[in-house]
C-alpha cells in the first residue's frame, strides 16, 4: 500500500484529531500548544523520509516529489514557528477558543501540505478549501467587530474566488477530457486542435483563482482588511503559508499541466509578467500611506508576491528553484516581522506604527529584529532577502536574448520604493521618542521563534548555498 | 613579505578587523569612554597593517597584488574574489586613514554611543570592501551594506531641525543610492548572462604559475553588441554616476553631508563618494567603444557640474554646506579627467579622488572643530575667529589652499595632470574649451574659498567667542595628520602617480580606451 507516500498527511490528520481529544479532557490548554508543536515533528520526519522520490500517488492524484517534499517540510516549519510565537497572544486575547485554534492550524496545514502535492484539479481544489475554511474561521477567532468582519470579508471572497477557479478547472475539463494535470498536458500537446480562446480563457480563470490566494492585484482587496482584523498569529500564517501554497499550485498546474507547448508557454509567462508589475507596483505604492504596521505588512506581502511572480513568468527550471529560495527567506522575514509585531503589541496593545516610537530603547532585541526581517524583505545584502531577489532576477533574464529585462528593471526601481516604507518603520523604531519606558517582555518559544527567524535570514545572506542547493533539487515535478 | 601577506590573506583581516571590532563595541559593557578606546584600537591597528600592506605592495607591478580568491556560491560561480591594485591600494589606505581619523574626530558624542561606533566600524568595513572586492557580486553587496549604517547615521546623529533636516537627508541619500544600485545590479545581470554565466570577475588575472588568463566579465563583454554594450555600459556607469555625484544626480549631496554628522560627513565625502569614481575606474573599459563615443555627453555633465556646482557654491551661507557644494564641483574634475581618455588625465582623476579625499575629509574635519566650539555654521554670524583660534584658522587656510589647488597642495597636482591630459585629449572637438571651463571653475573656487575663510576668520573679532579655546590636542592630531597628507600627496605625488600608471598599463581593456 502507499502508505508511505501519504504518510505526512495522515500523520498530521492524526496529530488534529488528537488536539481536538486532548482538548476535551486536558484542562491547562498549554499542553496542547506543546503537543502541536512537538507533534509536528512526526509529520516533518515522514516528510523529508520522501526526499528523492519522484512518483505519484493514489492513482496520480498526489505527487511524491522533491517539489513536494520542499514545500511540505516549508509549510511545517511555518506552522512550528507561528505556534511557538503564539502562546501568550491567544492566551490574552481568546480564551475561550485557545484548543480550536491549534486544531485549526493544523488542519490548515494539512490542507496546503495537500495543495502542494496534489497533481488533479479536483484535489487541488478540495486541499484549497480544507485550508481554507480553517482559516476563515480562524481570522474571526477575536470575535470583535473588526475580526467578524475580516472573517466574513475572507470568506465570501474566497467563495468567488474558488467560484472563478472552479469555473476555470470546468472549461479545461471540457476542453481535455481529463482532470490530471499531466492528461491536461497530454492532451494539449496531442492536437492542434486544441489551440483555441476557450484554453485560454480556463487558464486565464484558473490564474485569477489562485491570484486571489496569493494576493496579486487586482485580486488583494481582502488583504489589507483580513490582515488587520485577524488575530496576528493567523496573519503571520495568512502572510507566509498560504501564500507559499498559493505558489506552489500555480508552479504545478502551470508548469505541469500548461507546461508543455511553446505557445502557451509564452502565453501564461506574459500574463504572469504584467501581473507581476501591476502587483509589485500596486502593493508598493499603497503601502507607502500606511500607518498600521499589519496593514503595512499587508501590502507589503502583495508587493512581494509580485516580485514572486516574476519567477513565474521566467517559466524556466531556474524561476523556480528561485521562487523556492525565495518563499522560504520571504517566510523566514515575514515571519520574524510578525512575531516582533505580536510581542510588541502584547504589550503596547496596538498596532500603529506611531506607537512603535522609540522601540530600541524600549526593547532594543525586539527592533533589531525587526529592523533586520524589514530590511531583508526591501533586499539589501547581506540578508537573505538580496539573494532571493538576486536568483529570482536572475531567472528571469535567461529566455531568449534579454529575457525579461523590462521586468526586472521594474522590479529593481520597485524595490527602492519599497525601500521607503520600509525604512520608515525602522526610522520611527530608532530615531523616534519612545512614549513610556516599560521594557516588552516575551515568553522562550517567542524568543526562540524570533532568533530562528533572524538566524536564517542572515546566515543565508551570507551564505545562501546551505537552502540554494536544495531549492536546485527540489525544481522536479512529477510530469 | 608580500609571500606572508598573502598566505595569511592580509586583506580579509584587515577587512573584517572593524566588523570583529563592530561586535566586540556591541557587546562590551564598559563605560562610553571604554568603547571610543576599543574602536580606536580596531581602527588603528586596520590603519597600521593597511600601511603594511601599502609598504609590501610592489609598486611596479600593475596586475592585482595579495589575491584571494575562493569559490563562495557554486552554483552560480560567484567567486570571494580580493585583490589591490594600483587603483585600489591608495584608496584603501585612505579608507583606514579616514576612518581611524573618524573615530577621534567623534570623540565628543555623548548621545547613544554605543550604536554610533558599531556603525562608523560597519561603514568602513563596507566601503574598504568595495575598494578590494575583484567579483562583481561582491562588489555590488558591499556596496549595498554602507547604505544602512550611513542612513543611520545621518538620521539620528545628524543636525536637527531647524538646522538641518537629517531625517529628509537621510531618506533622500537611501533612495538616491538604492536607485543607482538598481542600475548596477540589473547592468551586472545583463553583463553576467550574456557571458553565459560563467565568472563575476571584474577583471582578467593571469596565473603567474602558468601564465594562463582567467577572463573576467568585461572580456566577455567586449565581445558583444553595441546596442547590448550600450545598456550594460549605461545601466552601470548610471549608479557611479549617481555615487560621484554628477549632474544632474548630485542633489542628494548637500542634504546628506550638510545633515551628517561630522564623522559621517568626513565618510561621506572623503570615501563613499569616491566609491562612484574608483567603479568608473576600474570598468572604464567595459565598453571601450561605447566610452569613446559617449565621452562627450559625460564630460559636457562634468564641466556642467564643475561650474554649476561652484556658482551654487559661492552662494551659500552655512558653512558646512558650502563645503558640500564644493564638492560637486571637485567631482566634475574627475569626469572631466576619466572621459577625456587619455592616460595622464586619467591618472589624475585618481590622484584627484585621493587628493579630494583628504582635502575635504579636513574641510569638513575643520568645520566640525568650528562648530563644536562656537556652536555657529553661519558665515554671516561667525568672524574674525583667527584672534581666537589661530591654529584653526591656519589649518583651515591650508584645507582651503589645496581645495583651490595651490601648488604644493594635493589639489595642484591632481588638477593639473587632469588639464594637461584633458587638453590633448581629441575625444570630442570641442575638448580646448571644456578644459578652459574647468580652469575656469578653479577661478570660481578661489572665489568661494578666499570669501568664505575672510568671513569666518578675518574681520572683526566677536566678543562672544573670547572665551572659546583652539583646537584641543586630540583635534590637533587629527587636522594635523590631514595637513601632512595634502603636504606629502602635493610634494610628492609620483609615489601614488607611479602606482596608478601602472595599473592603468595593465589592465588591457583600459589600455585600449586610452590614447597616448
Known amino acids: 500500500m502507499e502508505w508511505h507516500s501519504i504518510s505526512p498527511e495522515l500523520s498530521m490528520a492524526v496529530l488534529a484529531i488528537v488536539v481536538i481529544l486532548l482538548d476535551l479532557i486536558v484542562e491547562d490548554k498549554k499542553k496542547l500548544a506543546v503537543v502541536s508543536a512537538v507533534g509536528l515533528i512526526v509529520p516533518l520526519a515522514l516528510a523529508v523520509s520522501l526526499w528523492g522520490e519522484e512518483k505519484t500517488a493514489m492513482n496520480g492524484m498526489l505527487a511524491v516529489d522533491n517539489f513536494a517534499v520542499f514545500f511540505k517540510i516549508l509549510f511545517l516549519g511555518i506552522t512550528a514557528m507561528v505556534i511557538m510565537s503564539s502562546w501568550e497572544y491567544i492566551n490574552s486575547k481568546i480564551e475561550n477558543l485557545r484548543g480550536e485554534f491549534y486544531a485549526l492550524i493544523l488542519l490548515s496545514a494539512l490542507g496546503l501540505m495537500l495543495m502542494a502535492a496534489a497533481r488533479e484539479m479536483i484535489t487541488i481544489y478540495v486541499a484549497l478549501e480544507l485550508s481554507g475554511m480553517a482559516l476563515y474561521a480562524l481570522a474571526a477567532f477575536l470575535k470583535d467587530k473588526k475580526s467578524t468582519e475580516s472573517g466574513l470579508k475572507y470568506i465570501i471572497l474566497g467563495g468567488v474566488a474558488s467560484a472563478t477557479l472552479i469555473y476555470g478547472m470546468i472549461i479545461v475539463f471540457g476542453l481535455t477530457g481529463t482532470t490530471d494535470l499531466g492528461g491536461i498536458r497530454e492532451a494539449i500537446s496531442a492536437g492542434d486542435g486544441l489551440r483555441e480562446p476557450a484554453l485560454i480563457l480556463g487558464m486565464v480563470l484558473i490564474a485569477a483563482g489562485f491570484a486571489f490566494k496569493i494576493g496579486a492585484v487586482p485580486f488583494h482587496m481582502w488583504m489589507p482588511d483580513v490582515y488587520e482584523g485577524a488575530p496576528t498569529p493567523v496573519t503571520a500564517y495568512l502572510s507566509v503559508a498560504s501564500k507559499a501554497a498559493g505558489f506552489a499550485v500555480i508552479l504545478r498546474i502551470f508548469f505541469t499541466g500548461f507546461g508543455s507547448p511553446e505557445w502557451l508557454f509564452d502565453d501564461w509567462s506574459v500574463l504572469f509578467g504584467v501581473l507581476a508589475a501591476i502587483t509589485m507596483t500596486a502593493g508598493n505604492v499603497m503601502a507607502i500611506q500606511q500607518t498600521n504596521i499589519k496593514r503595512l505588512l499587508a501590502y507589503s506581502g502583495i508587493a512581494q508576491a509580485g516580485y514572486l511572480l516574476v519567477g513565474v513568468a521566467a517559466a524556466n527550471t531556474a524561476g523556480q528553484s528561485g521562487i523556492m529560495f525565495y518563499l522560504t527567506v520571504y517566510s523566514l522575514a515575514n515571519l520574524g516581522a510578525f512575531i516582533a509585531v505580536i510581542a510588541i503589541s502584547n504589550k503596547i496593545n496596538s498596532d500603529e506604527i506611531a506607537d512603535y516610537s522609540g522601540m530600541i530603547k524600549k526593547a532594543p532585541v525586539l527592533a533589531i529584529i525587526l529592523a533586520v526581517c524589514l530590511i531583508s524583505l526591501t533586499g539589501i545584502p547581506p540578508t537573505a532577502g538580496f539573494i532571493g531577489k538576486l536568483v529570482v532576477f536572475k531567472a528571469a533574464l535567461e529566455p531568449g536574448e534579454t529575457g525579461l529585462l523590462w521586468l526586472v528593471i521594474f522590479a529593481t526601481v520597485n524595490s527602492v520604493v519599497a525601500a521607503f516604507y520600509y525604512f520608515k518603520v525602522i526610522k520611527v523604531m530608532f530615531v523616534g521618542e519612545p512614549r513610556s519606558m516599560e521594557g516588552v517582555p516575551s515568553g522562550a518559544s517567542l524568543k526562540a521563534s524570533l532568533v530562528i527567524a533572524t538566524a536564517g535570514v542572515l546566515i543565508l545572506g551570507i551564505y545562501p548555498y546551505l537552502l540554494m542547493k536544495y531549492a536546485d533539487l527540489a525544481a522536479v515535478l512529477v510530469p | ?516
Open chain 2, 1 to 516: 613579505m608580500n609571500e606572508f601577506f598573502e598566505d595569511i590573506n592580509i586583506l580579509s583581516i584587515i577587512l573584517f578587523l572593524p566588523v570583529i571590532g563592530a561586535i566586540m563595541i556591541a557587546i562590551l559593557q564598559i563605560t562610553d569612554k571604554g568603547l571610543k578606546q576599543v574602536a580606536a584600537l580596531f581602527t588603528g591597528v586596520t590603519f597600521l597593517l593597511a600601511i603594511l600592506m601599502f609598504i609590501g605592495f610592489e609598486k611596479s607591478d600593475g596586475g592585482l597584488q595579495f589575491i584571494e580568491r575562493y569559490t563562495w556560491i557554486d552554483s552560480i560561480k560567484a567567486e570571494y574574489f580580493l585583490g589591490v591594485d594600483g587603483l585600489s591600494a591608495p584608496l584603501f589606505l585612505l579608507t583606514t586613514f579616514l576612518g581611524f581619523l573618524c573615530v577621534f574626530i567623534s570623540w565628543n558624542i555623548k548621545d547613544r554611543v554605543r550604536e554610533y561606533f558599531v556603525w562608523l566600524l560597519i561603514l568602513q568595513f563596507s566601503i574598504m570592501g568595495v575598494f578590494v572586492a575583484q567579483d562583481f557580486l561582491l562588489f555590488f553587496i558591499f556596496w549595498e551594506i554602507e547604505l544602512i549604517p550611513m542612513y543611520f547615521l545621518i538620521s539620528i546623529w545628524g543636525t536637527k531641525p531647524p538646522l538641518g533636516r537629517r531625517e529628509y537627508s537621510a531618506v533622500k541619500y537611501l533612495l538616491y543610492t538604492l536607485l543607482g544600485s538598481a542600475g548596477l545590479l540589473a547592468g551586472i545581470l545583463v553583463a553576467y548572462f550574456q557571458a553565459d554565466g560563467s565568472t563575476w570577475a571584474m577583471m582578467d588575472v593571469t596565473n603567474p604559475e602558468t601564465g594562463q588568463i582567467i577572463k573576467g566579465l568585461p572580456s566577455y563583454v567586449a565581445g558583444l553588441t553595441i546596442g547590448m554594450q550600450t545598456l550594460i555600459f549605461f545601466l552601470i556607469f548610471f549608479c557611479f554616476c549617481v555615487k560621484l555625484p554628477m549632474f544632474p544626480f548630485h542633489t542628494w549631496l548637500p542634504d546628506a553631508h550638510t545633515d551628517a554628522p561630522t564623522a559621517g560627513s568626513v565618510m561621506l565625502a572623503g570615501v563613499l563618494i569616491k566609491m562612484g569614481g574608483y567603479g568608473m575606474l576600474r570598468l572604464l573599459g567595459i565598453a571601450p567603444d561605447v566610452a569613446d563615443k559617449y565621452a562627450w555627453l559625460l564630460i559636457l555633465l562634468g564641466i556642467i557640474g564643475v561650474l554649476y556646482g561652484a556658482a551654487a557654491t559661492l552662494r551659500q551661507t552655512d558653512l558646512k554646506r558650502l563645503i558640500a557644494y564644493s564638492s560637486v564641483s571637485h567631482m566634475g574634475y574627475v569626469l572631466l579627467g576619466i572621459f577625456a581618455l587619455q592616460q595622464v588625465s586619467v591618472t589624475g582623476a585618481a590622484l584627484q579622488l585621493l587628493s579630494h579625499g583628504v582635502v575635504t575629509g579636513l574641510l569638513f574635519a575643520m568645520v566640525g572643530v568650528v562648530y563644536d566650539k562656537t556652536h555657529e555654521r553661519r558665515i554671516p554670524y561667525l568672524g574674525g575667529l583667527a584672534k581666537q583660534m589661530p591654529i584653526a584658522c591656519v589649518v583651515f587656510t591650508i584645507a582651503g589652499m589645496a581645495s583651490l589647488g595651490l601648488p604644493l597642495t594635493s589639489g595642484f597636482a591632481a588638477e593639473f595632470l587632469i588639464f594637461t591630459g584633458s587638453y590633448n585629449s581629441d575625444v570630442t572637438p570641442w575638448m580646448h574649451v571644456y578644459t578652459i571651463l574647468g580652469i575656469v571653475g578653479i577661478v570660481l573656487t578661489a572665489g568661494y574659498i578666499l570669501w568664505m575663510i575672510q568671513r569666518a576668520f578675518y574681520h572683526e573679532p566677536k566678543s562672544q567667542f573670547d572665551h572659546l579655546s583652539d583646537a584641543t590636542v586630540m583635534e590637533r592630531f587629527v587636522i594635523f595628520s590631514l595637513v601632512a597628507s595634502i603636504m606629502w600627496i602635493g610634494i610628492r605625488p609620483h609615489y601614488f602617480t607611479d602606482l596608478i600608471d601602472n595599473s592603468l598599463s595593465a589592465i588591457e581593456s583600459i589600455k585600449g580606451v586610452l590614447g597616448s
